[in-house]
C-alpha cells in the first residue's frame, strides 16, 4: 500500500517503518530512575523485616535476656499492709530474701526498719 505524502512524494508502508525504526530515541532515565525505586523499595522490605525479627527476639527469648528477671516482679513482695490511717500504711516488703518495714502515705515512701528474720522466728 502506497501513502502519498506532502509535496507529492510516495512511500509504501515498509519504508515507512523502516525510517519509523530508524529515528534515534533518546533514553532520557537516569540510573537513579531505573534502579533507585528498587533500592528503596528493598530498604523499606529490609527494615520491615528487621523490624519483625527484633519484635519475635523481644517476644520469644526475653527470658535469656540477663535482665529479664528485673522486671518479672519475683524479687520484691508485699507480705502484709496494715492501714493505719486514711491515707497512710505500713508495708512488711520482701526483696531479695530481706524484710523491710516501708511507710508509705500519698505522695511518701519511707524506709523505717530493716528487719532480722532471726527475731521473725
Known sequence: MDYALSGGVTKSNGEIKAQTQQIPYKDS?????????????????????AWLVLLLIKKRYVKFLPTANRHKGKKLLVLERTKVSAKSNLLLVRYQERLFILGESSDHLALIAEVDERAEE
Open 29 to 49: 532515565k537516569t540510573e537513579f530512575e531505573t534502579h533507585g525505586a528498587t533500592v528503596i523499595v528493598a530498604m523499606v522490605v529490609f527494615l520491615i523485616l
